[in-house]
């Protein structure tokens, strides 16, 4: 197996026993069997960025995404929105600035 894939293993094996014990005692087993059978496959197709993309994904989601597509759970699945897209912070400012410098000239 290429080095680069089982670096990337040990990384995603890592990253699987980080999650919460709950569900490692469910699915810790399948996690790990899924990441060992996805690299090498991902490695052929998408090279390096695929990898990364893989461990990526497992380390954002920490067991919420992959439980709740188990589990079937409706709590799991109310996932609050907490970040702010910069370009619509930043349209929306020179939007309101904008429309402040308009006024100050008719007026």
Same mark, same amino acid.
């Given at each position: 197996m290429?080095?680069? /894939?089982?670096?990337?293993l *040990? &990384?995603?094996?890592?990253l #699987? %026993?980080a999650?919460?014990h709950?569900?490692q005692?469910?699915?810790?087993e399948?996690?790990e069997?899924?990441?060992e059978?996805a ?8 090279g /390096?960025?695929g990898l990364? *993309? &893989?461990?990526?994904?497992? #380390? %954002?989601d ?10 079937g759970?409706p709590k799991?699945?109310e ?6 897209s910069?370009v619509?912070?930043?349209?929306s400012?020179k939007?309101?600035?904008g429309?402040g410098s ?5 007026g």
């Amino acid at each position: 197996m290429n080095a680069c /894939v089982q670096f990337c293993l *040990r &990384l995603y094996r890592a990253l #699987a %026993r980080a999650y919460p014990h709950e569900f490692q005692m469910l699915y810790g087993e399948d996690l790990e069997r899924m990441g060992e059978d996805a690299a090498p496959e991902i490695w052929r197709r998408h090279g /390096v960025l695929g990898l990364a *993309r &893989l461990l990526a994904d497992i #380390a %954002r989601d920490g067991g919420g995404d992959v439980e709740k597509a188990a589990t079937g759970d409706p709590k799991l699945q109310e996932k609050p929105s907490t970040r702010k897209s910069p370009v619509k912070k930043a349209s929306s400012k020179k939007a309101s600035a904008g429309a402040g410098s308009k006024q100050r000239r008719q007026g």
